[in-house]
């Protein structure tokens, strides 16, 4: 007997919700939905990893706003006020901690017309009712001891912290695995659309995965699965951040307490000392696809920089260099929430701020799932805003 022609076709395993990437974005999304009660997957062929291994971490929803991005803020403040909370929460889950720390942050001015910048971004905060304090050189000096002496100011932000992404994507993983989320290692070739909705996804090595709705949280790869339909708009572009880690003598006081942040000739630069005595330098911002080369230039810039705001790094050892990619929308800000596409949702385009904005994303992403809305918080950030038919889209 032919036993071949017996054998049924494998069943599609069936979930309410499957999350197509695991970085600390399909991460969390998939462990707040396992908590509300759905049957969840999270399908990556290297769940933990993306852009959160060489993210610097801070927690800067005041020391991030930027002009025309106020509507962000209100996200970015709501997410920073869930931290605590879901700090610990996550830890209890998990059995490990994920580095939150509440260490504040100085935004300093190496030059007169760094000053004048800075002074324009405090009267930004100021109108947007946000609390910073302007310090003079030597105030800034008196904080943080290391900084160079041509210091000429800077904002004392006392309420943007950090968390360290390694941990926080180790914890998320576990507390998945602890939730019953099933992992999947491989590639979403395809989003299974039947009867006009998502009803599951098909992997690179053949096997379907049947669910209620799919998740695509593949940061800067988020559009790449097929089956997608043209009225369902997944704008999002890679944009590389090269970083530099160094190990800080364990000295007391210590070699710097707080995250310090400037802008030294139109570079942004910051420096981010964790308790373990890492010291992580960042970033540069490279439209280049998705190249992830750490380069010569980027490295050069980085120390150059740092080393203008604080002599002192060009002693320590360094140790690691690394560059990832930020998932980045046309208005920098995240797309969430429900599509065009019955069943098919977002939770992507974090750029700068995706450590930072974890837990409101999880949070809010789960409600959608379960009810098919997004909570008033994150309605401006509708997965949809960019679709043809969307206000100011063009049909
Ligand atoms: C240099 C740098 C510094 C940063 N600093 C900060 C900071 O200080 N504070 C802050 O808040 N944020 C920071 N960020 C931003 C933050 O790291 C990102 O916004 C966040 O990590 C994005 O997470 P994600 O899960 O959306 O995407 P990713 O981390 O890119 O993860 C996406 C995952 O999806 C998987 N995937 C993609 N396509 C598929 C598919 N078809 N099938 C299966 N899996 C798929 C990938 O394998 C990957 O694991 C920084 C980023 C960089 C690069």
């Known amino acids: 007997m032919d036993t071949r022609?017996?054998?049924?076709?494998?069943?599609?395993?069936?979930?309410?919700?499957?999350?197509?990437?695991?970085?600390?974005?399909?991460?969390?999304?998939?462990?707040?939905?396992?908590?509300?009660?759905?049957?969840?997957?999270?399908?990556?062929?290297?769940?933990?990893?993306?852009?959160?291994?060489?993210?610097?971490?801070?927690?800067?929803?005041?020391?991030?706003?930027?002009?025309?991005?106020?509507?962000?803020?209100?996200?970015?403040?709501?997410?920073?006020?869930?931290?605590?909370?879901?700090?610990?929460?996550?830890?209890?889950?998990?059995?490990?901690?994920?580095?939150?720390?509440?260490?504040?942050?100085?935004?300093?001015?190496?030059?007169?017309?760094?000053?004048?910048?800075?002074?324009?971004?405090?009267?930004?905060?100021?109108?947007?009712?946000?609390?910073?304090?302007?310090?003079?050189?030597?105030?800034?000096?008196?904080?943080?001891?290391?900084?160079?002496?041509?210091?000429?100011?800077?904002?004392?932000?006392?309420?943007?912290?950090?968390?360290?992404?390694?941990?926080?994507?180790?914890?998320?993983?576990?507390?998945?695995?602890?939730?019953?989320?099933?992992?999947?290692?491989?590639?979403?070739?395809?989003?299974?659309?039947?009867?006009?909705?998502?009803?599951?996804?098909l992997l690179a090595d053949g096997t379907a995965l049947a669910a209620g709705r799919v998740v695509l949280a593949g940061g800067c790869r988020s559009g790449e699965p097929a089956g997608l339909p043209p009225g369902v708009a997944v704008p999002v572009r890679p944009v590389k951040g090269q970083v530099l880690r160094l190990r800080m003598p364990r000295t007391r006081p210590p070699f710097l307490s707080r995250t310090v942040r400037a802008v030294v000739r139109g570079n942004p630069v910051y420096l981010v000392p964790r308790v373990s005595g890492e010291l992580v330098i960042g970033a540069t911002s490279e439209e280049r696809g998705r190249d992830t080369t750490v380069t010569a230039g980027g490295v050069y810039e980085l120390l150059r920089d740092a080393h203008e705001l604080m002599p002192g790094i060009t002693e320590l050892p360094l140790v690691e260099t690394g560059a990832g990619l930020r998932p980045a929308t046309p208005d920098?800000?995240?797309?969430?929430?429900?599509?065009?596409?019955?069943?098919?949702?977002?939770?992507?385009?974090?750029?700068?701020?995706?450590?930072?904005?974890?837990?409101?994303?999880?949070?809010?992403?789960?409600?959608a799932l379960v009810t098919g809305e997004l909570p008033d918080y994150a309605r401006a950030f509708g997965a949809q805003r960019f679709s043809v038919g969307a206000p100011g889209v063009p049909a």
């Open 5 to 201: 022609t017996q054998q049924s076709p494998p069943a599609r395993r069936a979930f309410d919700a499957v999350v197509v990437g695991g970085g600390v974005i399909g991460l969390v999304v998939a462990w707040r939905a396992a908590g509300r009660g759905l049957s969840t997957a999270v399908v990556d062929p290297e769940p933990g990893g993306g852009a959160a291994r060489v993210a610097a971490g801070m927690l800067a929803a005041v020391t991030e706003l930027h002009h025309g991005e106020e509507a962000l803020l209100d996200l970015n403040l709501e997410s920073a006020a869930r931290y605590p909370r879901f700090a610990a929460e996550l830890s209890e889950a998990a059995g490990a901690g994920i580095g939150y720390r509440s260490c504040g942050t100085l935004s300093v001015a190496l030059d007169a017309d760094d000053r004048a910048q800075l002074r324009d971004v405090h009267l930004l905060q100021q109108r947007c009712g946000l609390d910073a304090q302007w310090l003079t050189g030597r105030e800034c000096r008196r904080l943080e001891p290391m900084l160079a002496p041509g210091v000429r100011g800077g904002l004392r932000v006392d309420g943007d912290h950090q968390a360290d992404p390694r941990l926080l994507a180790a914890a998320l993983l576990t507390a998945c695995e602890r939730a019953g989320v099933a992992f999947h290692r491989d590639w979403v070739r395809e989003v299974d659309v039947r009867g006009g909705r998502a009803a599951g996804v």
């Open 332 to 367: 920098n800000a995240p797309l969430l929430g429900p599509t065009a596409l019955p069943g098919l949702h977002l939770a992507t385009g974090h750029h700068r701020n995706g450590i930072l904005l974890a837990p409101v994303t999880g949070d809010a992403v789960a409600e």
